[in-house]
């Protein structure tokens, strides 16, 4: 591991200067631009107050972890289906719910209806990829078809119908996760 490179990463992350960095940890600039080019070797009480004023600590620091998975295959969608409510959602990241955003793919059969979800924090992002929708935004509606997107802001009840005989496709991204 180098220690340099992973200080500067986790300083750019922080939106720092070398000059703030120093500065936040009473040491000179030219000590951190050494220390992140690996030239010199912070002293354990040093590299801990650098890791303090970058949020973090020795033992998060140096865990390497798992590297996080970026390409998501057919067989990890986990998929729910509502006969009542004539709806299938396929959620095409695992456990994204602990990430930032969520993205689904809702599949509405003829007068198909997500669920009605109440307002939270948070913005909605969609794509209808086959068919067209309706938005229902507390009491309006707006009619979205094939090849048109949508986004709010999901402070009122919201919720998706499809009114067709036939079936639509809805790419649906919802951030922080609410399905």
């Not at 998501?72 to 409510?85: A, G, L, S, T, V």
């Not at 599949?107 to 992002?125: A, K, R, T, W």
């Not at 919720?159 to 639509?168: F, G, R, T």
């Amino acid at each position: 591991m180098k220690i340099g490179e992973k200080i500067k990463r986790l300083r750019l992350k922080n939106g720092l200067t070398q000059e703030e960095l120093a500065s936040r940890c009473e040491l000179t600039k030219g000590f951190i631009s050494q220390v992140e080019r690996d030239l010199t070797s912070p002293s354990i009480a040093t590299l801990i107050d650098i890791l303090d004023c970058l949020g973090t600590n020795l033992k998060d620091f140096f865990n390497e972890g798992v590297d996080e998975k970026i390409v998501f295959k057919r067989e990890d969608i986990f998929e729910k289906q509502n006969d009542e409510m004539h709806y299938t959602i396929k959620w095409l990241v695992p456990n994204a719910q602990k990430n930032a955003m969520e993205p689904i793919l809702l599949y509405l059969g003829p007068n198909g209806v997500s669920e009605e979800h109440d307002p939270h924090d948070g913005e909605e992002f969609g794509y209808v990829l086959s068919g067209s929708v309706n938005i229902y935004l507390g009491g309006r509606k707006y009619k979205v078809k094939k090849g048109e997107s949508f986004y709010f802001k999901s402070t009122t009840v919201h919720s998706i119908k499809n009114p067709n005989k036939s079936q639509a496709i809805v790419l649906w991204i919802s951030c922080p996760p609410s399905f």
